[in-house]
Nanobody, 125 residues
Framework: QVQLVQSGGGLVQAGGSLRLSCAASGRTFSNYIMGWFRQAPGKEREFVAG????????YYADSVKGRFSISRDNAENTVYLQMNSLKPEDTAVYYCAADSFPTGTPRDKYEYDYWGRGTQVTVSS
């Protein structure tokens, strides 16, 4: 079992920045692809960013490319999402996720078998 504990988030004005963190339990964190997803009210959960096991490869949704940055620290079992130039449309609950047996694309939420509880990000205009 893997537990993902999220921190960060909150309320920020448009144009501001936030950093989300997600700490994982267990000793095999470096084997997992990690991802961030978000879900706005009335909408489906959507892919935001993903990162390969070593951090060499990163993946972003077009809507956040150039503004968000995903990174990981395998020594600390933690993945981060740095969010800059935030927009009101970024408002959502953000979830981190772990894919312990990667077989498909990191953009597919059905690839992930462990999820954090979510953290609210609200961007005011």
């Amino acid at each position: 079992q893997v537990q993902l504990v999220q921190s960060g988030g909150g309320l920020v004005q448009a144009g501001g920045s936030l950093r989300l963190s997600c700490a994982a339990s267990g000793r095999t964190f470096s084997n997992y692809i990690m991802g961030w997803f978000r879900q706005a009210p009335g909408k489906e959960r959507e892919f935001v960013a993903g990162i390969s096991q070593t951090g060499r490869f990163t993946y972003y949704a077009d809507s956040v490319k150039g503004r968000f940055s995903i990174s990981r620290d395998n020594a600390e079992n933690t993945v981060y999402l740095q969010m800059n130039s935030l927009k009101p449309e970024d408002t959502a609950v953000y979830y981190c996720a772990a894919d312990s047996f990667p077989t498909g694309t990191p953009r597919d939420k059905y690839e992930y078998d462990y999820w954090g509880r979510g953290t609210q990000v609200t961007v005011s205009s």
